[in-house]
């Protein structure tokens, strides 16, 4: 008697999925959508990230660092060359380096020929030709005429400077009587003017 009425007896509610944002297109605020494949695992991500630390090709990757590196060693040589004080050494940079540089090369310096009548004279002292006595007599008057004409480069450079600057920077009669014991050609960095040409 307390049995049920199949005919009134409701059926249990079917459950409705919703359909994902996926499957209906829309993407609501906030979400992200999906890249269209996995995403890589942790150990993946480092492995592309980090490149192998020992070439696979050595003697390559040797001819390759040498090449680089004379590369840089010539491209810092012309910049030297050039007077570019980015790579010049600490005691060639700042204006009155340059001006005292340009005043040197603007004249004759006997202290040029220093190095070469001193192998000569040596030379001369090794052979026995009975001119020994008159070789060393030129080179000591050559000697003498190196230092005065060495005095007069220091005091008229420092001079030159004074009047361009109003002051002397330390040490600049020594570069200057550095630089004029060089050839011409084996300066650095190079001649900027010609002999004659005062630097102004």
């Known amino acids: 008697m307390f049995g049920r009425n199949k005919k009134t007896e409701t059926a249990d509610p079917q459950p409705v999925n919703d359909p994902t944002p996926e499957e209906s297109g829309v993407t609501r605020p906030g979400m992200t959508q999906g890249k269209g494949r996995p995403t890589p695992s942790r150990r993946q991500q480092e492995a592309a990230r980090h490149q192998p630390l020992v070439p696979k ?38 204006a009155q380096r340059a001006f005292v ?43 003498i005429i190196v230092i005065l004409d060495s005095v007069l480069l220091v005091v008229g450079a420092k001079r030159a400077v004074r009047k361009k600057f109003g002051e002397v920077q330390s040490g600049t009669g020594f570069y200057a009587l550095t630089r004029s014991i060089n050839w011409r050609s084996t300066r650095m960095p190079r001649p900027r003017v010609g002999r004659g040409r005062r630097p102004v």
């Open 57 to 94: 090709d050595r003697k390559a990757a040797k001819v390759a660092d040498r090449q680089n590196r004379r590369e840089q060693r010539l491209h810092v040589q012309q910049r030297m060359a050039s007077g570019d004080e980015r790579y010049l050494p600490q005691r060639d940079r700042g």
């Open 101 to 143: 540089r340009d005043w040197v090369d603007s004249r004759f310096c006997m202290a040029e020929l220093l190095m070469p009548i001193a192998i000569l004279a040596l030379i001369f002292m090794l052979i026995p030709t009975g001119l020994q006595e008159l070789v060393m007599a030129m080179f000591y008057a050559l000697l």
